[in-house]
């Protein structure tokens, strides 16, 4: 697992690990620094030179409350590239930050109780411990790492109680999330796997929401690195979510109920959970939700951010889409067959018109254009002009003129006295003034008002009779055919 963590942590930080390690002072910083160094990155250096530089680099640590790391430090203070099996090259750096303090701690005061100055990279003049801790851990998260490793303790070593680390481990962690990059926190303990200690880890992640881990870093082995490395890669925000669902769900408009319900679950889910380490709570998430039949995840690529989960969706579900596309329910293999037939004849005559009508909303008229098969070729005729012959072919073809023209219908109940026709009057606009659509289904004399006006439509649609309606016909056909003027209509 050793090389493939690394090829993982090389792969998503783009050839760069850059660790930046950051808490109080007192925690083990150095410590972890140095185990990680010697066990992870000296093996894989093949120059000796490189190799006796970066151990002469590496920081020392000792017993108390006197505080060792007085200026942050790089390590190696040159980058050095390493190759894992041959295919990948990567650049390794940690770096120790000054730690936060613990007021008991010494070394951060001078004698006469002012403030110990200490010199930094990213200022020419020495400044007070506290700031180089505060502006050190804000530096090096920034701009100096990908990674943060922020180190705490339970107290179980050294002279400092778990409470004067809570302190300092509250400050650290939110100044870290807000530069939003992936950190762990490792809580450093002489009992990691004490039921007490394993208490106190769910405590904290629950607590700061981040991921944390108890280890014993002064004799932390390398399987405990590649498990710490591994939750840290966790912690990076998935760069590609693909979900796999079935095509037909991809092709469903978005006002379609089911695909409406589908997307409002996949933004609040998503949002919600960003990081590699909730690809299952999305899992979980989605198996929860009544659209799915079931969900599982196909594919987590931690050095490349990927995870894909494949998603099936019920028989139930496709024909409750369906039935909502065509407006009916469809309850079985039949029904549907029926349906579908119905469909082709529907689609055969919007094939035909459908454009028409859509340029009649617009514009109020327009011709559906025949199909060739529709169109009628008579026998071809000698011509003569002058001196010359040529041919004549006629052909007739059935078109369909439709034109959009507005029908009144008008309701004039008889309701009594004037007062109580404006109170009517009055009814009908306070209540319905928002929501039309009421005032149309309201009940006038116990029949709906829509039902009302829909028959005055058809009486006077009904009213033309056939001779009229030919006679259009005949006048359309002859400005169609032969005219290019105007028209005179006469109407009685």
Known sequence: MSDSILKDVATRTSGEVYIGVVGSVRSGKSTFIRRFMETKVL???????????????????????????????????????ITIDKDVTFQVRLVDCVGHVIPSAKGYMNDDGTSRLVQTPWFSDAIPFEDAAKIGTDKVIESHSNIGIVMSSDGSFGEFTRDEYESVEEIVIEDLKNHDKPFVLVINTTKPTAPETLALVNSLEEKYQVSVIALDVLNMTENDMDHLLKVAMDEFDISELNLEVPTWVNKLDDDISYKTKFNDLINQTTGTFRKMKDAFRIQDTFKNSELF?????????????LVNIEITCSDECYNDVVSEILGENISDKT???????NFKKARHVYDLVGSAIEKVEQVGYDIAMPKASDIELERPELLKEGSRYGIKIKANAPMIQLVKISVTSTFEPIIGSKEQAEEL????????????????????????????????????VNAIPDNVLEKYKSSIEKVVNYGKGGIIAIVL
Request: charged share 25%; aromatic share 8%; hydrophobic share 35%.
């Open 293 to 305: 039949a079931d969900v599982n995840i196909s594919n987590i690529d931690p050095g490349t951010g």
């Open 335 to 341: 029904t549907f067959i029926e349906k579908l037939q």
């Open 43 to 81: 093996p894989l250096v093949t120059d000796q030179y490189v190799y006796d530089k970066i151990q002469d680099e590496l920081p020392q640590s000792s017993d108390g409350r006197t505080i060792m790391t007085v200026e942050p430090k790089f390590i190696p203070s040159n980058l050095v590239k």
């Open 425 to 460: 009057i009055n009814h009908m606009v306070d209540n319905y003034e928002n929501e039309p659509e009421k005032l149309w289904n309201s009940e006038i004399f116990g029949r709906k008002l829509c039902d009302v006006i829909s028959d005055g439509v058809k009486a006077k």
